[in-house]
């Protein structure tokens, strides 16, 4: 893992909801760091990034993805990572 913070959507997002984006041609769609609770994300369309296209990281609870596409990702399509 590098530094370079190059993402769609980044952050902690508690009691939010995403919908309806179109994310491509960067390195991430999603980078979420948490501890963070109750995230939606839908409709969303993750294509032709070079890393992961979503990573819930370090303690997201009670989030979702639905009715959402991942193309061509470089590395995981969904992750959640536990690590640093």
Known sequence: MDS?????????L?????????IEHTKRAF???GPF?????TGTRMRDVTADGLN??????????TQSHVRNSG????AKAYGA
């Open 4 to 12: 370079d913070q190059v993402n769609g959507v980044g952050g902690a």
């Open 14 to 22: 508690s009691d939010s909801t995403v919908s309806n984006l179109w």
């Open 31 to 33: 980078w979420l760091d």
């Open 37 to 41: 609770d109750n995230l939606r994300i």
């Open 56 to 65: 819930f990281r370090k303690g997201v609870t009670n989030s979702s993805v």
């Open 75 to 78: 590395d995981d399509g969904l």
